[in-house]
T-cell receptor
Framework: ETGVTQSPTHLIKTRGQQVTLRCSSQ?????VSWYQQALGQGPQFIFQ???????GRGNFPPRFSGLQFPNYSSELNVNALELDDSALYLC????????????FGQGTRLTVV | KQEVTQIPAALSVPEGENLVLNCSFT??????LQWFRQDPGKGLTSLLL?????REQTSGRLNASLDKSSGRSTLYIAASQPGDSATYLC??????????????FGKGTKLSVIP
């Protein structure tokens, strides 16, 4: 059984650029969620994907978008990068349902300069 | 809006001590609570999951309790070791609409265990 894997581990982008982060969910998990963790803060919910559709979103603007593929892997896309987008981006996978356990990847550290 | 608070923000203890980390949440309509460990610059490792119907869970030297009605959870670490040094995060899972459920996190407690 493989865990949640994210790529790349580190990334540096210039303000205004676009970025794509990738996540492979744990084997058998059909739900993927993305979180943003600024330095010294707890992770904040960005959105969740189930059956290739977004079915929940936190307080993030539309320039944060995502995809989920038939194999349950996922992408997070951020357009028009801002300096405040610098953070650790975490992907979590789980089974669908209200009381399931979330498993997280190692994260992608994004720095916007 | 759910808010999760963790006290203390930082804690330093000598090796071998028992310690308690606290977590409180404002809305008791949760399905479960998870405690995570985070090493610097790394992802989250799930330590314990407590369902809303449970009172406590144990794993090795770790014991987590949940009092859903009062909005509180504690993580007890017995016989602390330098390898326990990390940031500990608690998160509650609740319904967020459209069939989705999200975790709301506290800011964490940074634990340092001094040899």
């Amino acid at each position: 059984e493989t865990g949640v894997t994210q790529s790349p581990t580190h990334l540096i982008k210039t303000r205004g650029q676009q970025v794509t982060l990738r996540c492979s969910s744990q084997s058998g998990h059909n739900t993927v969620s993305w979180y943003q963790q600024a330095l010294g803060q707890g992770p904040q919910f960005i959105f969740q994907y189930y059956r290739e559709e977004e079915n929940g979103r936190g307080n993030f603007p539309p320039r944060f978008s995502g995809l989920q593929f038939p194999n349950y892997s996922s992408e997070l896309n951020v357009n028009a990068l801002e300096l405040d987008d610098s953070a650790l981006y975490l992907c979590a996978s789980s089974l669908a349902g209200r009381d399931t356990e979330a498993f997280f990847g190692q994260g992608t550290r994004l720095t916007v300069v | 809006k759910q808010e999760v608070t963790q006290i203390p923000a930082a804690l330093s203890v000598p090796e071998g001590e028992n310690l308690v980390l606290n977590c409180s949440f404002t809305d008791s309509a949760i399905y479960n609570l998870q405690w995570f460990r985070q090493d610097p610059g790394k992802g989250l490792t799930s330590l314990l999951l407590i369902q809303s119907s449970q009172r406590e869970q144990t794993s090795g030297r770790l014991n987590a309790s949940l009092d859903k009605s009062s909005g509180r959870s504690t993580l007890y670490i017995a016989a602390s070791q330098p390898g326990d040094s990390a940031t500990y995060l608690c998160a509650v899972r609740a319904y967020s609409g459209a069939g989705s459920y999200q975790l709301t996190f506290g800011k964490g407690t940074k634990l340092s265990v001094i040899p």
